[in-house]
């Protein structure tokens, strides 16, 4: 149980740190760079490698709770049986302090273990939280709900101005392009966008919807998809 660089932190600040070549293992809430992360905040940090675990595990966070990630990246791959994502397994805040996820990206490899549930491209199972802006460029896979940019999204959550460049989303049931599968109350999706020529997902295909509208080639090739259509400041370019 919190497995990670750092295994637990609370109330720390994390930044301009990166690590290659990770390879962790362990039972629950285990990250390349934190296993459980409560009212941090984490920027400009990357961690490429691999990372196992029963539940809770991301390429940068197990789990992290009213924090924020910000302008990170993690490549490699995250696996294991439930609440996988790219970027963190579990995300949770409060009615007070939401967790963010902004201007981050992976190019992971995501696999939950057939039979289990909730892996995302950055989030695999989510509530009290904000992710906001860029991109997936990799396959998602799994067994239930199964997003591209997150697997599960309960109450209190929005999901705005993400992209899903990946090959694929696949698995058995509640599997999208952008959520899996959403709760009825007090969610969003904003303005989100998948490559039209990625295989899996719905028939959601709209900005708003659980598969995101169609993107082509020619609009991911221009600056001005990200700058005019995604609103991403110039900040997030430099």
């Given at each position: 149980?919190?497995?990670?660089?750092?295994?637990?932190?609370?109330?720390?600040?994390?930044?301009?740190?990166?690590?290659?070549?990770?390879?962790?293992?362990?039972?629950?809430?285990?990250?390349g760079?934190?296993g459980l992360?409560?009212?941090?905040t984490?920027?400009?940090?990357?961690?490429?490698?691999n990372?196992?675990?029963?539940?809770?595990?991301?390429g940068?966070?197990g789990?992290?709770?009213?924090?924020?990630?910000i302008?990170?990246?993690?490549?490699?791959?995250?696996?294991?049986?439930?609440n996988?994502?790219?970027?963190?397994?579990?995300?949770?805040?409060?009615?007070?302090?939401?967790?963010?996820?902004?201007?981050?990206?992976?190019?992971?490899?995501?696999?939950?273990?057939v039979?289990?549930?909730?892996?995302?491209?950055?989030?695999?199972?989510?509530?009290?939280?904000?992710?906001?802006?860029?991109?997936?460029?990799?396959?998602?896979?799994?067994?239930?709900?199964?997003?591209?940019?997150?697997?599960?999204?309960?109450?209190?959550?929005?999901?705005?101005?993400?992209?899903?460049?990946?090959?694929?989303?696949?698995?058995?049931?509640?599997?999208?392009?952008?959520?899996?599968?959403?709760?009825?109350?007090?969610?969003?999706?904003?303005?989100?966008?998948?490559?039209?020529?990625?295989?899996?997902?719905?028939?959601?295909?709209?900005?708003?919807?659980?598969?995101?509208?169609?993107?082509?080639?020619?609009?991911?090739?221009?600056?001005?998809?990200?700058?005019?259509?995604?609103?991403?400041?110039?900040?997030v370019?430099?």
């Amino acid at each position: 149980e919190n497995q990670g660089l750092f295994g637990y932190i609370k109330e720390a600040t994390i930044e301009n740190l990166g690590m290659t070549e990770v390879d962790i293992r362990g039972n629950t809430k285990v990250g390349g760079l934190v296993g459980l992360a409560e009212a941090s905040t984490i920027q400009y940090c990357y961690v490429s490698g691999n990372v196992y675990t029963f539940n809770k595990g991301g390429g940068l966070a197990g789990r992290i709770v009213s924090t924020r990630i910000i302008s990170c990246y993690t490549s490699g791959s995250s696996q294991g049986y439930s609440n996988i994502g790219g970027i963190v397994g579990e995300v949770d805040g409060n009615s007070l302090t939401y967790s963010l996820i902004q201007y981050c990206y992976t190019t992971a490899t995501l696999i939950t273990v057939v039979n289990q549930i909730n892996g995302g491209g950055i989030a695999g199972n989510a509530q009290y939280m904000k992710i906001q802006g860029y991109y997936v460029t990799y396959k998602v896979a799994g067994a239930n709900n199964v997003g591209g940019i997150v697997g599960k999204m309960n109450t209190y959550s929005t999901v705005t101005e993400w992209v899903m460049l990946g090959s694929e989303v696949s698995g058995q049931s509640n599997v999208r392009r952008i959520v899996g599968t959403m709760a009825s109350g007090n969610t969003s999706l904003e303005n989100n966008y998948a490559f039209s020529g990625m295989s899996g997902g719905g028939n959601d295909k709209k900005p708003d919807g659980l598969d995101g509208a169609n993107v082509g080639i020619d609009q991911i090739d221009s600056a001005s998809f990200w700058k005019d259509t995604l609103l991403l400041p110039d900040t997030v370019w430099t």
